[in-house]
């Protein structure tokens, strides 16, 4: 299903553990993390121009504590210290946080996912959305996982949209 079916809805951008420990040496599908920044940032871009919220996702566990180093959003996204932010400590950011708190306050019907893990986090993100009545699209080019294969097949049996399409919404 493209963007453009989603007609006039208001959508917000959800960007998921976008951070740093996921761009250190040991991560064996780094190209593939590293690649999605071009296609994160643009459709960061275009929400900001459009005035279309943005929501920072961190996870926090005892291995990424709050304001650690691997906790930070990596320097390589566009994320602004007056950008919204929602910490999570479960795969599904609705879980347990404020997310859909957030969401409803903002007027959002329809979220697009970026970020990472995607068999994990951003599938468990996606079905929350669904699951408390949002519209929802996975951003092509815009998640990775630590196998490309996890990452495909998300795609393959998700609602995904593309920048082209994004663009075209009102």
Request: charged share 20%; glycine share 8%; with cysteine.
């Amino acid at each position: 299903m493209s963007a453009g079916a989603f007609g006039n809805m208001k959508p917000a951008l959800l960007a998921l553990d976008l951070q740093n420990d996921f761009f250190e040496a040991d991560n064996p599908n780094l190209a593939g993390f590293q690649r999605t920044i071009p296609a994160i940032n643009a459709a960061i871009a275009l929400f900001r121009q459009r005035g279309w919220p943005i929501i920072f996702i961190q996870h926090t566990s005892k291995t990424k504590p709050t304001g650690s180093h691997a906790w930070q959003i990596h320097p390589g996204f566009d994320c602004r210290p007056e950008d919204r932010r929602v910490q999570k400590s479960h795969l599904n950011a609705f879980w347990d946080s404020e997310l859909d708190t957030a969401l409803k306050l903002l007027g959002v019907d329809w979220v697009v996912l970026v970020g990472y893990v995607s068999e994990f986090c951003v599938l468990s993100t996606f079905r929350g959305a669904g699951e408390r009545g949002y519209k929802n699209a996975i951003l092509k080019d815009g998640i990775a996982s630590l196998d490309e294969g996890r990452t495909q097949f998300t795609l393959d049996i998700s609602t995904t949209t593309t920048l082209d399409e994004l663009a075209t919404t009102k």
